[in-house]
């Protein structure tokens, strides 16, 4: 159980261009889901935390109006890279957790390498 | 300022070994830490977690022990296999606070 879905799994494209990464929390509804990126040999950093059927919290220094986040259902989050530049290029990793206690575990999506030429 | 720590980047042991991956904290008011186990281009696998009113937890070949005072914890994988080989990441969170801290990882090499 708790399978959580990342598509798509690489993207390659031209600078410029928006990219939508969508999360599905397959067998679960997930309230709260989490957005990462990962640099090469570096940690996690989370981007945004979204919930279901409100505005996403952004983390300082990440700008909302490049990265744009919806969670219109308890089983889908999307994450739209907006006007994407080379510096954007990065792993991209979803999370959702499963229940509503706080320190609940969360399940992770195998992510989404962008690259953008 | 790194409030979880992940000290050493890699580590080497033998196969049937006991592996232990080590995660230094600074926030005290850390209270639930995980373990999470990554291979390449693939997202984070939930492994173990400990509360901070334990000292241990074990599951199978992984245990996780938790010293409150020096804010240290380990997770100790025996034996080790050649599957267990990934990067590991130590995790925090403060009980008012869902956010998870975490540390820039470990990657464990398990040799045959």
């Known amino acids: 159980g708790a399978v959580v879905s990342q598509h798509p799994s690489w993207v390659i494209c031209k600078s410029g261009t928006s990219v939508k990464i969508e999360c599905r929390s397959l067998d679960f509804q997930a309230t709260t889901m989490f957005w990462y990126r990962q640099f090469p040999k570096q940690s996690l950093m989370l981007m945004a935390t979204s919930n279901e059927g409100s505005k996403a919290t952004y983390e300082q220094g990440v700008e909302k109006d490049k990265f744009l986040i919806n969670h219109a259902s308890l089983t889908l989050s999307t994450l739209t890279v907006t006007s994407a530049h080379p510096e954007d290029s990065s792993f991209y990793i979803c999370?959702?957790?499963?229940?509503?206690?706080?320190?609940?575990?969360?399940?992770f999506g195998d992510g989404t390498r962008l690259s953008i030429l | 300022d790194q409030q979880v720590k992940q000290n050493s980047p890699s580590l080497s042991v033998q196969e049937g070994r006991i592996s232990i991956l080590n995660c230094d904290y600074t926030n005290s008011m850390f209270d639930y830490f995980l373990w999470y186990k990554k291979y390449p281009a693939e997202g984070p696998t939930f492994l173990i977690s400990?509360?901070?009113i334990k000292d241990k937890n074990e599951d199978g070949r992984f245990t996780v022990f938790l010293n409150k005072s020096a804010k240290h914890l380990s997770l100790h994988i025996v034996p080790s296999q050649p599957g267990d080989s990934a990067v590991y990441f130590c995790a925090a969170s403060a009980d008012s606070n869902y956010q998870l801290i975490w540390g820039a990882g470990t990657k464990l090499i398990i040799k045959p």
């Open positions: 999370s959702a957790r499963t229940g509503a206690r706080l320190n609940q575990p969360q399940h």
């Open positions: 400990i509360s901070s």
